[in-house]
């Protein structure tokens, strides 16, 4: 496990306790020298993970659709960009360049990428880890929604049970050192 797959907000109003544990996962990142494959926007949480992945002396790939692709959206930590034509062309990059998934807080973007590697991993396309981080339970909502969609039969039985969901940092570190061996 080289390439850590990170989908998380851009959004520049977060919680202190949210920014914290993305900047320890960072650093976690960098220290162990993987690399963080990511959206590479400038924004919220994807700057401050490929910050703090820089600072602890890790690499960074960003995955730059065409409407992101100017000087202002860019961040700055960016290693090896990989330019590409729609948010679509970067779902797939980012699945086809990550060996396993982390999932922060995020918004509708987040939880594009995230179903996408889901279904993706559902339909056997691929077998890499996907982990939700679900600092002060934000996740929450979104697994019950799943649940209730699983009790329905319209998501296979047992489906919500193998979406690992971790609520503090030091357990979510554990999970990726788990991944490394």
């Known amino acids: 496990m080289d390439r850590i797959g990170v989908f998380c907000s851009s959004s520049e109003v977060l919680s202190e306790s949210v920014i914290q544990a993305t900047q320890e996962l960072g650093a976690w990142i960098g220290s162990h020298k993987k690399m963080l494959v990511y959206g590479g926007v400038n924004k919220g949480l994807m700057e401050v993970i490929a910050c703090a992945v820089k600072q602890h002396g890790g690499r960074v790939m960003g995955i730059l659709p065409q409407a ?34 982390i999932v922060l807080p995020g ?3 987040t939880l594009d990428e995230m179903f996408c590697v889901l279904a ?10 996907v982990m939700l981080f679900n ?13 209730v969609l699983e009790d329905q039969h319209y998501i ?11 609520d503090r940092i030091d357990e979510a570190i554990h999970w990726l050192e788990q991944q490394d061996q």
């Open 68 to 101: 992101f692709a100017c000087p202002e959206r860019q961040s700055q930590y960016v290693d090896i960009e990989v330019p590409v034509s729609h948010l679509c062309d970067r779902k797939a990059t980012l699945t086809r360049e990550s060996d396993v998934f």
């Open 135 to 147: 600092p002060d339970g934000c996740w929450n909502p979104l697994i019950q929604t799943l649940q």
């Open 120 to 129: 993706a991993r559902q339909v056997g396309e691929h077998h890499k880890p």
């Open 156 to 166: 296979r039985s047992g489906y919500t049970r193998s979406i690992v969901c971790i």
């Open 107 to 109: 918004g509708i973007g």
